[in-house]
């Protein structure tokens, strides 16, 4: 039997072994994907030398497709592996536009496997003689311990000196056998040791169920009891959304399935889970009686199910009953944490909570108005419901952004988020929607902790690594927010579904790729614009036209006028555009809204029209106001026609600067 050398890589506090699929940080050992790993192990062995995006991925990913952001996903979770933000040590470069350098100096190693060092005693004691067993030191390798002089024991029925042949062949097999058994179990138990490591270590990257708990049908189709169906499918994903075994869909994407006939596989294979949860709720009077399913998707199998009859003033039962069924039935391991989360909620009142259950629905029908009366009379009634008072922040700052509602609609979500939080500090909803708004409010230095707080809680939650992806775009860290969207997308492919898919792939200049991470826009006003906009820098002016025009005739909130204005100058109007875009600017001053983003393409829709002044001025606004991308400002060519004037390059250091502060404390 040959056992080879090991070989592996040391660079800093860790150990690369190849062979052996791991890395190790002293004695602890860490979790990569396989392909992460692989990645791993091409730069640590090209170390110094840039490897290009291409080389990269024909030897990692060959024969497989797959998009840059793949790799860059893989290479933000090797920096997190390491530790780099934390250890302050750079192993990986970007190099912009070209590809990756692994930095940090590396030491080729080669040994015996410890498993082939077994220790013995130095003697094996004998009445009548003593056959002495060598000690091997630690440099020996396997192929001399296995050629080395036999080892011998007495045999008891020959003289001593006198063994025969047969019987030092049987010895030396004996032996042999021995040492070979000796070193399975000593590769078991290491094999078992860095198991129970990794299990100890916490969560990786390996990916949670995916589930999608539906809208509940009304079989009594009564119109005043519609919004149980939606509102109790959201109270129980909301309620599992601090398991991270699991990936559950966002309500944004099931409400597409309200009081519609449910084909499982269908419906499976469009929401790309393995698992659903279905049912019907029929109310009869003050009973109320839930019945649901839990099916396994690819087999049609019912996993679990039952039902819940109880008075209507009980309804918080029903999203404790249900999150507990599934965690059970898909025997997801909680860690403690978790488990106390998913636990029965402390009472709240009836009545709170029944108009809290009627705010949500609103809010997912987009009737924000509405919603915070709702929400507004729950937290009057019962003012200690955490999950009422972020959903009435959420419905504050959607009436601020898309219904003109003011500076004093983000006063007041602000403090509804706060009060949230200090009622209960981890509630993921509160913590992401706040986060949403100072971003959206100039404040992208004050999200971020936020956000990485949530990934703490649950660092499979997709509107977190999403959120976080939102952030860094604002900062101009424009690879890392890519991939924080991409591994958004991967835990969930719905997130944000009915916004603009990946944002950054515009201010890469990769207008094909952010065009085809759009979903189909359907009658949004909002996606229509975005394909109108993609459209736009691919100069397809007929078809950003045409969808420029629909979004607006659909709903004219901010971002379709100025989809409007871009329209207005693609079919030779200017003055109309132009009037728009003073309309829109002046409505945003007197009202103290438009998160700094809308207000950079307002200052591109008038660098568009060429109107120079008017550009300036929003593009400074826009970068006072926290929108800071810096790679983007200084490429973008809407930008070409205000980019001569000594103001711009003062706008453009200024929005370097703060990129730069960024990049110093959060990377």
Not at 2 to 14: I, M, N, T
Not at 93 to 116: C, D, L, S
Not at 164 to 173: L, M, Q, T, W
């Amino acid at each position: 039997m040959v056992l080879k050398l090991r070989h592996f890589y040391e660079f800093g506090p860790f150990r690369l072994e190849p062979d052996e699929h791991l890395l190790r940080n002293g004695d602890q050992s860490l979790a990569l994907a396989p392909k992460y790993f692989d990645l791993l192990v091409f730069l640590v062995q090209n170390s110094g030398r840039l490897l290009t995006k291409d080389q990269i991925m024909q030897t990692v990913w060959s024969g497989n497709f797959v998009e840059e952001a793949n790799l860059t996903v893989a290479i933000s979770a090797i920096r997190k592996t390491l530790a780099e933000k934390e250890s302050g040590v750079q192993y990986i470069e970007t190099v912009p536009k070209k590809g990756y350098r692994f930095t940090a100096g590396v030491r080729e190693v080669e040994e015996a496997p410890a498993a082939a060092l077994p220790k013995l005693d130095a003697s094996v004691s004998s009445s009548s003689d003593q056959s002495t067993v060598p000690v091997m030191p630690l440099a020996t390798t396997a192929i001399e311990t296995l050629t080395a002089e036999p080892v011998t024991m007495p045999e008891a029925s020959a003289p001593p000196g006198e063994m025969s042949g047969e019987h030092r062949d049987a010895s030396r097999y004996k032996s042999v056998t021995a040492m070979v058994l000796m070193l399975i179990m000593v590769a078991v138990l290491i094999g078992v040791a860095i198991r129970l490591k990794q299990a100890a270590r916490g969560p990786s990257l390996i990916q949670p169920r995916s589930l999608a708990i539906l809208p509940l049908q009304n079989l009594k189709r009564d119109a005043d009891t519609d919004f149980l169906g939606f509102s109790l499918a959201d109270a129980v994903i909301t309620k599992l959304d601090y398991v991270s075994a699991l990936s559950v869909r966002p309500s944004t994407a099931v409400q597409q399935y309200r009081n519609e006939p449910i084909d499982i596989q269908k419906v499976g294979m469009a929401l790309n889970v393995d698992t659903i949860l279905t049912g019907s709720f029929l109310r009869d009077g003050d009973d109320l009686r839930i019945t649901y399913q839990l099916i396994d998707v690819k087999t049609s199998r019912i996993l679990g199910g039952g039902s819940i009859d109880l008075k209507y003033d009980k309804l918080l039962r029903v999203q404790d009953s249900v999150a507990q069924q599934i965690v059970q039935k898909l025997q997801v391991n909680l860690s403690a944490p978790e488990a106390e989360r998913v636990k029965a909620q402390a009472r709240i009142d009836p009545l709170a909570y029944e108009y809290y259950l009627r705010g949500v629905d609103l809010h997912g029908q987009h009737s924000f108005p509405l919603a915070i009366k709702m929400l507004e009379k729950s937290t009057e009634i019962d003012p200690n419901y955490a999950s009422a008072w972020a959903y009435l922040g959420a419905s504050y700052t959607s009436d601020a952004a898309f219904e003109f509602g003011g500076r004093e609609q983000y006063r007041r979500a602000q403090a509804a988020y706060e009060r949230a939080l200090a009622i209960q500090s981890s509630e993921l909803d509160a913590q992401i929607f706040l986060a949403n708004l100072l971003i959206d409010t100039g404040r992208v230095e004050q999200a971020v902790p936020l956000v990485l707080d949530a990934l703490k809680i649950n660092p499979n939650y997709a509107p977190a690594h999403w959120e976080l992806g939102y952030a860094y775009r604002f900062a101009g860290m424009l690879e890392e927010s890519l991939a924080e969207c991409q591994r958004a997308r991967e835990l969930d492919p719905f997130v944000k579904a009915n916004g603009s898919v990946l944002n950054t792939y515009l201010y890469l200049g990769q207008y094909e790729k952010f065009l085809g991470s759009l979903p189909a826009p359907g009658e949004s006003s909002f996606l229509l614009f975005y394909r109108g906009f993609g459209e736009f820098y691919e100069r397809q002016m007929d078809r950003a036209s045409k969808d420029f025009e629909r979004a607006y005739q659909l709903e004219p909130t901010l971002y379709t006028q100025i989809g409007k204005a871009f329209n207005e100058a693609i079919v030779h109007r200017p003055a109309n555009g132009l009037a728009i875009l003073r309309a829109a600017e002046s409505r945003i001053k007197d009202r103290g809204v438009g998160d700094p983003e809308a207000l950079y393409k307002i200052a591109q829709a008038y660098a568009f029209l060429q109107d120079k002044a008017s550009a300036l001025r929003m593009l400074r606004s826009s970068v006072e106001s926290g929108f800071f991308s810096y790679p983007y400002l200084a490429a973008d060519p809407l930008l070409n026609g205000v980019r001569a004037d000594p103001e711009f390059g003062q706008i453009l250091e200024a929005a370097h600067q703060r990129h730069q502060a960024f990049k110093s404390k959060f990377f």
